[in-house]
């Protein structure tokens, strides 16, 4: 079994930055996919970016060039990094888990799932 705790979440005007964290249990964390999703209210969860146990980066268009995805399998956790952020990128963020080596857009493709953490970006 493996637990996800978010971190790092909060308020912040546009354009400004935050740098959100994903720890994980277990001693299997470098054998598995991450992913960032988020979900903003009256919406459903959607994909923000994946990476594969390798470093292998993918990202949703609406953050790409803005956002950066980063593990370090030594610390058991995994980073986004938000640039330039936008009144849209208001959600709650959750990091997400793949029992596989591969990653993927697709929520229902992971296995573990943290309690999310709320990013709010004021105009």
């Known amino acids: 079994q493996v637990q996800l705790v978010e971190s790092g979440g909060g308020l912040v005007q546009a354009g400004g930055s935050l740098r959100l964290s994903c720890a994980a249990s277990?001693?299997?964390?470098?054998?598995?996919?991450m992913g960032w999703f988020r979900q903003a209210p009256g919406n459903e969860r959607e994909f923000v970016a994946a990476?594969?146990?390798?470093?292998?980066?993918s990202y949703a268009g609406s953050v790409k060039g803005r956002f950066t995805i980063s593990r370090d399998n030594a610390k058991n956790t995994v980073y986004l990094q938000m640039d330039n952020l936008k009144p849209a990128d208001t959600a709650i963020y959750y990091c997400?888990?793949?029992?596989?080596?591969?990653?993927?857009?697709?929520?229902?493709?992971?296995?573990?799932w943290g309690q999310g953490t709320q990013v709010t970006v004021s105009s």
């Open positions: 990476i594969t146990w390798s470093g292998g980066t």
């Open positions: 997400a888990g793949r029992r596989s080596a591969f990653s993927s857009n697709r929520e229902r493709e992971y296995d573990y």
């Open positions: 277990g001693r299997t964390f470098g054998n598995y996919a």
